[in-house]
């Protein structure tokens, strides 16, 4: 029988444990007999039982410690886990959910407050062993161990399980070290407290992990990720199952599915179906899921390599430049056009953090406007503004696309804003009417998200002509704007190569280096909202450019271009930013509509009433 006691150690790596200097611990066993018995008799006679189990059953537990006067039992998690904060946390909580929902709950209770009871759960990784420590006033002892959990189902025979057992001071000493360094380094206890409300009630400070911190003032939890391949293997199992339980076949009034070579034709077809319909459904709604608290980014449930090769990021970096220097051919006043694109691109890489940020500001009550997840970028005709965003998808995720403007409604978008997983959303040649009746109140919806407690969804942007002519100051101070005024020709348009050599040799190498490097950042970002005396919100804008800077700088020989430069808020929802949308708004309705003004030459007033015009307005 295995000892392990190398698993008691709170220390954690990023590599494989190494082997005791030791050697592994074994326990040599002499066979003496097999023999059948019950549960009963396997646990009679014994004053105190100790135990470790992973799955259990509630109502067993209640009958086995009635044949104790004092009792002690350790609940593990049978799952793969890394133990992270927040799985520690969902762990102990339904721990406590199924004490409180048992038959017998008030006689845990009552033994948990005259101390004859005591019940841990873990927070860090378990032994794989099933502990049963029986001891007696008369000296006797006996440890039961094997594959048994703490069910009526392991011990009533009822399913195969492995179980043994060994009498003596000898055995029991053994493991009882075992038991106590599990018990004293890694488990919290369950208190009468916690168990005396309903789980809906339970507050986060009355966990068994917030009753160890209370005691110890402070608890350092290193997540474990020795065993990440078995923790995705177990997600992966999880998310299969799920897959094929819509093509099982049914299962008759007992419950018994009974399998044929038809039924599995039937079922392969099916399957088949489905897996095409994912695969489009991944190409057509990317799912671009960084975890923040792991460090980690997966595209359409791949992970991503965050270290990528320096050439690589380099060909990005100067293909981008390239791009970017294309709008210098642009009529008009191009070098603004530069600095708004850039501006917007800095929006556009860092709006699958906002999510996230938005989730924290809520449940901080901090204010949501400094995490902007919509975007409007419009102006005249052939100002690059479809292939711009195009170039900024396919650097995020290797890949176009986008929702034609017939199809956005309310209803669509906010659909797809579930489906759809970090990459933004972008809404191609938005007319003025659609913009007015389904994107106005889209943007005005703040609460989206909030209830469900979503931090994946994706930013949402919106491409437009000039019929968008103006946009109320409710959606300018939602919205990432950006208003572009020069253009090509159509002769210029089609002698163009930039866009098609740029879309065809850039990568993604660029955005994962910007991604891993911006995941160094954003915990602090998160941990500074939760803060009451935060003097004033985190810049995000401000990372993102200065990290943005940073891998220019670093991965391109030529001289940094003057748009390419630091970013806060202020670049954005400035009162001057703002303002000048306001008078372009006015000066556009002036050329374009002037039925929506009045002259009063006597007060020597010019009245502007949007509501008299076709323009957009909430």
Partial sequence: MEGQMSLFSDERADTPVEASSEGLRVVKMSFIQGEITSWENLFSGYQTLRAITYSSGIGFISRLIKKFEDAEIIFGCEQV?????????????????????????????????????????????????????????????????????MSYQAFSGIQRENIAYLDGDEAYDWYYDIYCSLRDDCTDEITAKALGVSIEKTAVDEL???????????????????????VEFALDVSKLSGDYKSYKPKADKSGKIVLTPSKLVTMRTHIAEFREQERAKRKEFPQLVIDVEQGSVSLNEKKWDLHPHEDEVRNDVELFLQYMEGYSAFHGDF?????????????????????????????YNQNLLPYPIFGLIYGQSKAGKTTFLETLLKMMIGQ????????FTRSSIDAMRYQVKGAPIIVDDLTQTRFSQ???????????????????????VISANDDV????????????????????????????NIVRKVQKGIGTAFYREYLRRMLEQIPDLLNTMKDDDMESAPDIMKISSVILLEIIAQFTAEEIPAYVRELSLQDYFSEQVTGNHAIRTIQTAWRVNRKC??????????????????????
Wanted: charged content about 25%.
């Fill in 597 to 618: 003004f009045s002259i009063d030459k006597r007060a020597n007033k010019l009245t502007y009433d949007a509501g008299q015009s076709s323009l957009l307005r909430s």
């Fill in 208 to 230: 068994p992990i917030s009753q160890t911190v209370k005691v110890k003032k402070a608890l350092e939890i290193v997540p474990d990720k020795t065993d990440a391949a078995e």
């Fill in 81 to 149: 886990m890394s133990y992270s904060l927040n799985e520690i946390m969902a762990f102990q909580t339904k721990v406590l959910e199924r004490i409180q929902t048992g038959k017998n709950k008030q006689a845990l209770i009552d033994r948990i407050s005259d101390g004859t009871l005591r019940m841990r759960v873990t927070r860090t990784k378990l032994s794989h062993e099933k502990i049963y420590l029986l001891s007696s006033e008369d000296g006797r002892k006996r440890v039961i161990m094997g594959s048994a959990n």
């Fill in 400 to 407: 176009k696309t986008r929702v034609a403007a017939p199809d």
């Fill in 469 to 496: 002519k103006a946009v109320s100051q409710e959606i300018i101070r939602r919205t990432v704007i950006c208003h572009v005024q020069a253009g090509l020709t159509n002769t210029e348009v089609m002698k163009s």
């Fill in 335 to 363: 070098e603004h056009m530069q600095r708004r694109y850039y501006e917007f691109a800095n929006w556009f890489f860092c709006s699958p953090f906002m999510a996230v940020m938005r989730d924290t500001a809520a449940r």
């Fill in 438 to 460: 389904h994107a106005v109140e889209t943007i005005k919806n703040d609460s989206f998200g909030a209830a469900d407690k979503l931090i994946h969804y994706p930013a949402v």
